[in-house]
């Protein structure tokens, strides 16, 4: 399989760059009966949105998914689904200096050397924008799960320096940050307001949970749930390092205490983060990932140019200067689309199972 | 594809449990004409192999791997290669403690849920004794990339609180850690007796790095190069996170510093990990990966019975104290498994390219 | 994989229904440096075009289709492909007849127990409507083929129960059925009046060759080249046979006359249609399929409704009386995309091949 | 994926060379608790076995089975079913004058050009050999499909000129050709015995069936159920056509009658041999597949030698006269292999799919 597929059942399939004509997604292996308008995918779509505050992009795209096919009387009907989302904002831009040098830290100087050329305006399909697809795609996966009474959903945990201490659910959306700690909203504001007079960019971390979890969806020993987890974060622009529960943490934990011990009345902790041997235990998915700073600053940096001479490139046009604050919706929607298609995969393989032994809660009380 | 199969073009599939008869691999896509023996896997399978320091688990397995098709004349015709390894070490032991348990932080729950029932002879399949064939089967991904010039290697960067401050690869193999650094060999010595005196289990980082690397591998936007490492090392027993580069670190770096810089000399920092958007750079991978202490510890631990009553649970029987000391030579395999599989592919979608641009070396002088 | 897609390193994914908004494709895996233009696309797309004649259904689609991603100044970029065709002439209809009734020998009844219910709507996904789309995706197979010297091209080799007896490739693009033997098409015409009155339909049989072969192509043992034909003729829409070569004829056969003899100045006879082992001989592929009576005729046949019951149905509107007719370019598309795809793999994974025998010529002077 | 696996959700995965060590596979997929044991495959495989008459190879394999894993008390566990028979009778030969020469119709020119080179020994992994394997797979994905009530059964259809004229399923395995028609089995036998004295070989036809169907297998649109089943059997050895139903009898039959009408009594025939736009209706899946005559020959053939020089060969040994009189077990396991992996596919999309239309049976009385 080429590399714009994601999944085995359930697929997602995408193409689309920053400045070309349109983005476009088929979501394959729906079940049908789904109820789904464009209305729901654009709930999500608008969460990712650039330009809705002055934090990301002024990059203004409506973002406006259409839904092609597969969809009938309001109803999924099995088939392939077919997504378009128009490129509104190309604005016509000079290229001429990013078109004959490679910015650091970027996919130019890979995508020249894969493909022998590279589309540069705004970087063609290494753009973040490729990502809208994902969500439109994802908020189908987690419209289905939602009725499976699983719930997929994110927030920043960590922006630069600044850690979430809290997490209030009902706080996440009210803030431009995806941010769940509403006393760090105010010391985030001034952060990003001191970064985007410096020119400067900074890194993030989000963190990602899916509640009301069944045990059993994963599949050993290499399609593992985590493992797929990790694939799909770590498959997001500017992801560099992908944790499940506790992570790096356990590095130096001993196993007396690491381990979540299991009582009748739930599970005693969660540093597994809802994953053993790679099939869901029942306890919530927690995922998180760290994005890089973006390199599209606006402080001078040392590159080469396309015949490998030594020159300077600067930054300058609509950048986030933090791409983690726009990056909770779409972990959102590749977790959502992994745990859809590992719950359509152990259906297929396990429809009749029994297990004689009850499923216990989550966590204990 | 169901879920013993990594790879795409380069697949290796696998099977086997703990205590079953044997373990088995079958290596498909590798390129004909690559000499390869049994001896060249049964390296890293003797590096692998457990009871060959007092700090890895006495199970006395030869491991001894036979290829049963594949090769002819010594070189690898192209068609699939059958690999085995008979279990030999299946010391009859009372599983009446376990049979009727399930273990925290053991996949016994997640088995049991997933299909009903479960293998509870040391684990079955979710045992980590399967990832042997994972390294014969590496073996020859490493050898076939080393005759491309691509050199992969690992070792254990940190052992519970104890950090490798040095890398010495002439160091890794003279120590049964994997430690790259001499200074340190002593303290993790004092520390594993201690620890197997207290019944008690730790974590442990694992590095791997792949030199030599050529631009261009990786599929964007899914099968990026850096969300397959991810995939095939979340994938093994007990990690619980992987890192690509600089990784967990990035989340507050500032762009500006953070940026590896290009230069015709080479790139100036590697905070990139040897990929950027998801295709190789040149630059050396460089990914770190977290496992877990094993919950297989001395120290009793509260947990249900396959009816779902309260129980409490010991493990006594041969275990790894650490299971991160042994995972050096398999997280090697799974990432030139992955780097083997994606050669491959871009050769086939990128044979004729040429670009114009001089490939730059991994770093500057 | 969801079933969707076709393809492993060279992919076609599509969706779109008979009356639904639009078709469309994704075509991933496509080397980057290939010029292709929307014309390039429509020249097929013309030539599969329903309304050309009056032997063809009467419904009148632009079929004009708009690349929209994956493409750059002219030439692929190596990214994925996005391919839209708008459904003009969805003439709203009186759907009351067949809303509630299942049309024998159609994938009504079919699709109605798959997925519970069904996209009445000139049949929904199951229309043969789709099949645009594999024509626009198959033409920049055959286009990227053609630069490497193979070339696919196909023609009708029986229309009911009239044989074309000569093959004469200049014949074949100047009438209407892409009959080769000019002096069978006037009794083509002849029976098709004659059809057309009667409101019968006709099966038919088509061929597709693909000349300037190289050796090499296929992969044992289950995705020979021959099987992936077959998969891909099969899944055309009233597809019922597929034959290579001799195909069903070498039943009676026996081997020491049925069997390819082979010289230096080339093959004696190409009864196994240019496939031996699974993988290319370098000889022309030649493949043949059968296309069953589409069973839209105006002769009422016995059915039943969706609750059960006993009742007739009449296929009213616009249908093709021999869906063989505009079967061709289908089946060049198939075919392309087919020889795409192992040309690639092939590629990746014998890249550095060199066999010291020369190829010899497809065919003996 | 590499070419040796097929299925998606249940998937085979095999290796193995004709005068290899041992021939083995992988079954991946499976459903929990099936009951299994060697005993069940060792059936069909002594089905399949040469030397258990004089009309095929006298080469003398036990073909003896082992199950490896994923088996545990006598049924599946879910995992990976990995299975090893190891090649006994490797005799001694003298492979001097096949060694530097290609038999005409054979894999020796294509291997020998896709690889560089090639294992000489009885043809290496082209080998009719390897189908040992897919029957042992096979047999587990029929004991499976038998619990769900789906029955797969073959027959020897034509042998040369000579075609059973009845259908009597009892006489099918009381003689060594499948041939289910008691009358035509003694002109069978004298047909073979004239055939075996003249050194020479015939073509054959297998037929499928698969009866207690349900509805609604299949995957538009790529992967219909009939694409899938085309797939299988034309990827075995010597195969050269494949129908579904009426196959190549549709191209001059006429809509109005070759269509099955549907009655609530049941279908009124099956010319479309249980598919309808790629999915299962419900009637029996009838599959017929034309063999080749075998070139192997003791009439000298004109081929070239591996340098490309004009010669002759001849073909000694052990070699069936009629491949077809072995298929008819490998033919039904390529089937079975197939149905349960859409069985499984279906399952995991459609799990809760309620059609409110009956389910009508497979035909009228």
Same sequence: chains 1, 2, 3, 4.
């Avoid at 349109?22 to 729906?30: E, K, N, P, Q």
């Avoid at 001993?254 to 540093?271: A, C, K, L, M, W």
Wanted: aromatic letters at 6%; charged letters at 25%.
């Amino acid at each position: 399989m080429s590399g714009n597929t994601i999944g085995k059942l359930f697929t997602v399939t995408s193409f689309g760059e920053s400045h070309g004509k349109a983005l476009g997604a088929i979501v394959d292996g729906c079940p049908p009966g789904l109820a789904i308008t464009e209305e729901d995918l654009q709930v999500d779509l608008d969460r990712r949105k650039p330009g809705t505050s002055k934090f990301t992009t002024q990059r203004r795209e409506g973002d406006e998914v259409k839904i092609l096919s597969g969809v009938f009387e309001g109803k999924t009907t099995g088939t392939s689904i077919g997504l378009l989302i128009e490129n509104t904002d190309q604005r016509s831009k000079d290229y001429s200096k990013i078109k004959d040098r490679f910015r650091p830290m970027h996919a130019d100087y890979t995508y020249a050397h894969k493909y022998g050329d590279r589309d540069y305006r705004g970087g063609g399909r290494s753009s973040a924008r490729e990502t809208a697809m994902r969500v439109a795609a994802g908020a189908i996966a987690k419209k289905y799960l939602q009725q499976q009474g699983i719930e997929v959903r994110g927030y920043l945990s960590q922006l630069g320096p600044i850690k979430a201490e809290k997490l209030d659910w009902d706080v996440v959306e009210t803030n431009p940050f995806f941010c769940p700690d509403a006393d760090k909203v105010p010391e985030m504001e001034t952060y990003m307001n001191a970064l985007r007079k410096s020119g400067d960019s900074v890194g993030a971390k989000i963190t990602v949970v899916a509640t009301g979890m069944p045990p059993g969806l994963g599949e050993p020993v290499f399609d593992r749930l985590d493992a797929d987890i990790a694939h799909a974060l770590m498959g997001i622009n500017a992801v560099k390092g992908v944790e499940i529960g506790a992570g790096f943490d356990c590095v130096d934990a001993v196993g007396s205490e690491h381990r979540d011990e299991i009582t009748p009345q739930g599970f005693t902790s969660n540093n597994a983060g809802g994953v053993l041997g790679g099939i869901s235990s029942g306890q919530d998915i927690v995922a998180h990932m760290a994005l890089k700073p973006t390199s599209s600053v606006l402080i001078p940096g040392e590159t080469i140019d396309i015949d490998g001479n030594s020159t300077e490139v600067i930054t300058t046009g609509r950048h986030d200067p933090c791409v983690g604050i726009r990056a909770t919706p779409i972990a959102e929607a590749m977790l959502a689309i992994t745990l859809m298609d590992h719950l359509l995969r152990h259906r297929g393989q396990n429809a009749d199972v029994q297990c004689s032994t009850p499923v216990i809660p989550a966590s204990a009380p």
